[in-house]
């Protein structure tokens, strides 16, 4: 089975923090992918990687950033935690050569910006 | 650009009674359509998916989706709710000419009365 494992279930920050949500998954995918969630609103993509290194932008990027140093691995940064970015964080990845689409995610992580 | 609609914010059902959860999309060309539920503090599972091929579509825990080209649709059903089935449920849409990103419905939360 693919598992996709968010570092954190819970946080709880300060606004002005710099926050680190991390997201390992272990099936050797290429792509992955920072969602946030939020009640009637979704899922709306913040930032995707299709490898090592690189990045794109999905529809709500702004405030936040991404790395890719390990194609396992794939962080989300919030470089100035502010309020309005207290949210559900979900992480997927996906195997790009296999068939469309199907993202795997993990458990999530609850930010709480205070 | 595609987007998807759930009209129903909240559902409840009855133990056994049947269940239909709706979804509209919009998108120009033959989509890929998915439906992931989302138990209470999990991540997202993936239900069933349409790529093409027959219409009507087999999922896991019995649901079962039918997607209808002319109706821009792709409605969940069940025949026979369970009360493990509550949680919340999204559909989703990919596009063959938006690489791998997909695009949620804002959710339907399921709630079944004993």
């Known amino acids: 089975d693919v598992k996709v494992t968010q570092s954190s279930r819970y946080l709880v920050k300060r606004t002005g923090e710099k926050v680190f949500l991390e997201c390992v998954q272990d099936m050797d995918h290429e792509n992955m992918f920072w969602y946030r969630q939020d009640p009637g609103l979704g899922l709306r993509l913040i930032y995707f990687?299709?490898?090592?290194?690189?990045?794109e932008k999905g529809d709500i990027p702004e405030g936040y950033s991404v790395s890719r140093e390990k194609k396992e691995r794939f962080s989300l940064i919030l470089e100035s935690a502010s309020t309005n970015q207290t949210s559900m964080y979900l992480c997927?990845?996906?195997?790009?050569?296999?068939?469309?689409?199907?993202?795997?995610f993990g458990a999530g992580t609850r930010l709480s910006v205070l | 650009a595609q987007s998807v609609t759930q009209p129903d914010i909240h559902i409840t059902v009855s133990e056994g009674a049947s269940l239909e959860l709706r979804c509209n999309y919009s998108?120009?060309?033959?989509?890929?359509l998915f439906w992931y539920v989302q138990s209470p503090g999990q991540g997202l599972q993936l239900l069933l998916k349409y790529f093409s091929g027959d219409t009507l579509v087999q999922g896991i825990k019995g649901f079962e989706a039918e997607f209808k080209r002319s109706q821009s649709s792709f409605n969940l059903r069940k025949p026979s709710v369970h009360w493990s089935d509550a949680a919340e449920y999204f559909c989703?849409?990919?596009?063959?000419?938006?690489?791998?990103?997909?695009?949620f419905g804002g959710g339907t939360r399921l709630m079944v009365k004993p």
């Open positions: 990687s299709y490898d090592v290194k690189m990045k």
């Open positions: 997927a990845s996906e195997n790009r050569g296999a068939a469309k689409n199907i993202q795997y």
């Open positions: 989703a849409v990919g596009a063959s000419n938006a690489g791998n990103m997909l695009t």
């Open positions: 998108y120009g060309a033959t989509p890929y």
